[in-house]
């Protein structure tokens, strides 16, 4: 049971908070409602290179991570198409420093000509080194320029191209901030050896006069029901022929999405998973066969990935029919109870010891904050499923006609 305190200052912010007195540390994670989904598709990984720019100083901050080495702590970002996430991890007795770096970046960037230019640079080289150089490393952006048509998940959070950051100038970075990063579009989670009285008292000081900000609405067009199979292929310098078959599913907080989530991990999660027990063990086709969901907000995918053992596009043909076949027989398999509870219990367990550290738990936290969900109520959500729910939800998702299967092979 993870207790929370919840309360939402006046400019809209939501904070939650959770007080754990067996660490001396504090963490203070900030979730902006902000990703990929959010560019402009003349522009993008523009999110991403905003989680390089925070780092960058702010209006009254000059060196963010040397404000919070001097306290004896450490921080880091992460970016996903529908996300932006900060956290910061303290001693106690400096919490109010990263309450203080936190809410200065909030309020404004320092908008610095000399930090846009390097951390363009640096996104750029990343960019170059995470798609370019390394194996299958452009592979989500094949996937997702064929499963989506018009939905701004048609490219990752890195963006299309590296060309797209290197022409961002200083009236992107402040048009995109100011209607994006803002109190009333966050939340904060808050876990660590501090009272929820002081964590009020915190945020009411530091963040309480940053104003609320008009935030740009979303008004791209749903993505279109696919009604016919699509395929692409590519090539690059890897060793083994990788094909992924992906398939559109419901977006998160639908009764789909926890059943696609339970369902890829009974089909490819650990050595009693049924991908691992029949179809890697009892074939010489693969070295790897995985299941899973992308775990996006609005409609994502179901992902269901193979490694080949040999090239060749007979054994390509091969693989393929073996994994639809295997579909096919999920689609109406009767999972027992005991095969769910196992499951499910696997994911409660996973969840319980993730939460053991209070990073994890501030992060979580923020999550649910922002689903307006109890964190403690995750679980008996999955436990509701049966049988004819997964059956039910495999039969839609599973459909030829919504297949998109990309093969990667090895350059000749």
Sequence with gaps: MVETTRFELANGLRFVHNYDGNTAMVAVNVLYNVGARDENSDLTGLAHLFEHL????????PDFDGAIERAGGKNNAWTSNDFTNFYDIVPAQNAETAFWLESDRMLSPAFSDRTLEVQRSVVTEEFKQQCLNRPYGDMSHHLRRMAYTVHPYRWPVIGKTPEHIARVTQDDVRSFFFSHYAPNNAVVGVSGNITAEETRRLAEKWFGDIPRRDIAPRDYAAEPLQTSPRMAEATGHVPQTDITIAYPMEGYGTKQYYCADLLTDLMANGESSIFYRELLMDSDLFTSVDASILGCEEPGLLLLNMR???NGEEN?????????????????????EEQLTRAINRMESAMTFNNVSYLAKAQALAMSEYHNEDINLTIAGYRALTADDLREAAGNIFRPERANTLIYRPER
């Design 308 to 310: 080949l053992r040999e």
């Design 54 to 61: 925070m780092f960058g100083g702010s209006v009254n901050i």
């Design 316 to 336: 390509e043909r091969r693989a393929i029919e073996a994994v639809n076949a295997k579909v096919e027989d999920i689609m109406t398999r009767d999972f027992s």
